[in-house]
T-cell receptor, first 112, second 115 residues
Framework: AQTVTQSQPEMSVQEAETVTLSCTYD???????LFWYKQPPSRQMILVIR??????QNATENRFSVNFQKAAKSFSLKISDSQLGDTAMYFC?????????FGTGTRLKVLA | DSGVTQTPKHLITATGQRVTLRCSPR?????VYWYQQSLDQGLQFLIQ???????AKGNILERFSAQQFPDLHSELNLSSLELGDSALYFC??????????????FGPGTRLTVL
């Protein structure tokens, strides 16, 4: 069965610092997609970044980047120059042939 | 704003009742997905429709059902409600089916409280 694991329930970071959120997954599929979604206190689910498994290059979106290690089945999210608005729950998600599977989330708090 | 709309925003009802949650996907999107998020939990995939047909099923209870209409909006019906059904229900949409690469975009959710 496919699983997504986020082993850090909560993290905090000082404003302007860098933080890395971890995500590991398990699958026997070769073609799949990985996502990070952000859920701020408003509870809206917002796409942060997406990575195609067939691409070796790590995805980057402004201050957000991923470290995708396909062999290790690891997909971490790095947030640079953290801002107060980054305070949110972050969910890692896997999409294979069928349904999406979400991790349990990491609650990130950015401290002023 | 993702372009996905959900109504109502909040719903308070009693145990044993039935409710209907509505979702309108982004313009042009053919797939609709329903998720349940209980308090401080991750998202549980319930069901997916593509162009009116059911395409994938997750952990959806028999008391729950859904459909997608010709205009592509979708409704999630929850019946014989229990206290444990209290949750945030999200709808998401994408252009193609779950087996393709399309990203899901989420609506703002409907918060259901069962008293």
């Amino acid at each position: 069965a496919q699983t997504v694991t986020q082993s850090q329930p909560e993290m905090s970071v000082q404003e302007a610092e860098t933080v890395t959120l971890s995500c590991t997954y398990d699958t026997s599929e070769n073609n799949y997609y990985l996502f990070w979604y952000k859920q701020p206190p408003s509870r809206q689910m917002i796409l942060v970044i997406r990575q195609e498994a067939y691409k070796q290059q790590n995805a980057t979106e402004n201050r957000f980047s991923v470290n995708f290690q396909k062999a290790a089945k690891s997909f971490s999210l790095k947030i640079s120059d953290s801002q107060l608005g980054d305070t949110a729950m972050y969910f890692c998600a896997f999409k294979g042939t069928y349904k999406y599977i979400f991790g349990t989330g990491t609650r990130l708090k950015v401290l002023a | 704003d993702s372009g996905v709309t959900q109504t109502p925003k909040h719903l308070i009802t009693a145990t044993g009742q039935r409710v209907t949650l509505r979702c309108s996907p982004r313009s042009g999107d053919l797939s609709v997905y329903w998720y349940q998020q209980s308090l401080d939990q991750g998202l549980q995939f319930l069901i997916q429709y593509y162009n009116g047909e059911e395409r994938a099923k997750g952990n959806i209870l028999e008391r729950f059902s859904a459909q997608q209409f010709p205009d592509l909006h979708s409704e999630l019906n929850l019946s014989s409600l229990e206290l444990g059904d209290s949750a945030l229900y999200f709808c998401a949409s994408s252009y193609r089916t779950v087996s393709s690469a399309d990203t899901q975009y989420f609506g703002p959710g409907t918060r259901l409280t069962v008293l």
